[in-house]
């Protein structure tokens, strides 16, 4: 991909994130479903899905490992072996599952965690992120996301340290 080609970068602030998990709450109240588990894809998952637990009042939590892309840096390349999921031990079995991820763009991640939780039992998944990077034509594979952008989306916790001198 050739530099000008490349999307823009949303950075999102603490603000946009917590404007983002409050707009997720209130999509779920709106559901008036019963989720019994909350799974967050790690890491991007993690921090909104602590914020989402207990704002949902959700005591099952847990983290799935699945990596797509090779590293965490902007515009990085998808894993050239395919996405790798965590195939360690998951009983799920007959629960209704809220799965967690920061952002989403081709969905690939969403599927293969669905899929993942299917295997373990899950009789029903649904999906929330807090950003959809709507650039390149992908289709939105989670059932909600809070915001659309239209590039690269880094978050609060993906930013350089600061360094003193």
Known sequence: MHEAQLPPITDFSWQDVERACSLVVRWIANQRRQLDMLVAIERGGCIPGVILAHRLAME?????????????????????????????????DGQAVLLVD?????????????????????????????????WGGHSLEADYAARHTDGWVRFPWEREPSRSS
């Open 60 to 92: 099952g939590f847990m983290t799935l490992s699945v990596r797509t892309t090779s590293t965490d840096v902007p515009y990085a390349p998808r894993r050239a072996d395919g996405p790798q999921v965590d195939e360690g031990p998951l009983h799920l």
């Open 102 to 134: 920061d952002v989403t763009n081709t969905g690939t991640t969403l599927r293969v965690a669905r899929e993942r939780l299917g295997r373990a039992g899950c009789h029903e998944v649904v999906t929330a992120v807090l950003a959809w990077d709507c």
